[in-house]
T-cell receptor, first 112, second 114 residues
């Protein structure tokens, strides 16, 4: 069973469109994250949710809106996509007791 | 603000060599440090997790050490193999306002030449 799953794996879309990436974890973890890995391969945190509550919101354009319907899901919605949004987006989850983080396989977003 | 740096950024070694990857972080008040590998076009695979109270962890040919006071961790890979070729990332976890924040390093791209 996949612990942290993201869909879709690949997403190609035109500038100006609105798109969503879904993430689900079946580990019973309390905390979920979204990370962006840019062209230089640097991973940077975007958001963190704990039990459906937003706890970290790094400097991210407000075109990005995370949504957590329950603690097992954290979806990322992006409005008015721009070329600079092209990247690989990773979802992750971790329990609250500071054990290891588990990552999804990533979603490669390409904006054309 | 936590900053995590990995040196070197890239490393190429012949098969069979032992090697060390370095990770340094600016804020030593961490809860744990985790080493990952990332293969091209794929996600992150957890290798080792060191809690802040520990000094090292071992798994097979991998050994990770942690010196929290100096803000450093090393990942030692023994008898390197071509299959070890990947990007290696360290990540530190800190309690931020009662919750967890994970900050990744800049990564070391390793190539093991047969």
């Amino acid at each position: 069973d996949t612990a942290v799953s993201q869909t879709p794996k690949y997403l190609v879309t035109q500038m100006g469109n609105d798109k969503s990436i879904k993430c689900e974890q079946n580990l019973g973890h309390d905390t979920m994250y979204w990370y962006k890995q840019d062209s230089k391969k640097f991973l940077k945190i975007m958001f963190s949710y704990n039990n459906k509550e937003l706890i970290i919101n790094e400097t991210v354009p407000n075109r990005f809106s995370p949504k957590s319907p329950d603690k097992a899901h954290l979806n990322l919605h992006i409005n008015s996509l721009e070329l600079g949004d092209s990247a690989v987006y990773f979802c992750a989850s971790s329990p609250r007791d500071n054990t290891e983080a588990f990552f999804g396989q990533g979603t490669r977003l390409t904006v054309v | 603000k936590q900053e995590v740096t990995q040196i070197p950024a890239a490393l190429s070694v012949p098969e069979g060599e032992n090697l060390v990857l370095n990770c340094s972080f600016t804020d030593s008040a961490i809860y744990n440090l985790q080493w990952f590998r990332q293969d091209p076009g794929k996600g992150l695979t957890s290798l080792l997790l060191i809690q802040s109270s520990q000094r090292e962890q071992t798994s097979g040919r991998l050994n990770a050490s942690l010196d929290k006071s100096s803000g450093r961790s090393t990942l030692y890979i023994a008898a390197s193999q071509p299959g070890d070729s990947a990007t290696y990332l360290c990540a530190v976890r800190k309690n931020s306002g009662g919750y967890q924040k994970v900050t990744f390093g800049t990564g070391t791209k390793l190539q093991v030449i047969p």
